[in-house]
């Protein structure tokens, strides 16, 4: 029922998203973090990681497999540059 689908995912196919980049999707499964790995990345809690892509601001970016969250690593660093205080 899925061959297609894994089929797929294993090539390097690369596919336009949301702000018009072409990624490579092979590249980027690969560069996924955990929610752990997310919240060691940001140096947080994970109870405030939690909080903040369910609920509060700010909200932080991420990728949702079913019920699994992943993370972008350049995303994270981009919501570190974008609230960083100046």
Known sequence: MFFWYRRWLGTSH???VGDHRSINMEQENKNLLTFTEAAVFLKVKESWLYDHVSRSEPRV???KLGG???F?????AEFIQEHRRQ
């Open 72 to 76: 972008v690593p350049g995303d994270l």
């Open 14 to 16: 690369e596919m336009e």
């Open 61 to 63: 970016p991420h990728i």
């Open 68 to 70: 699994l969250l992943r």
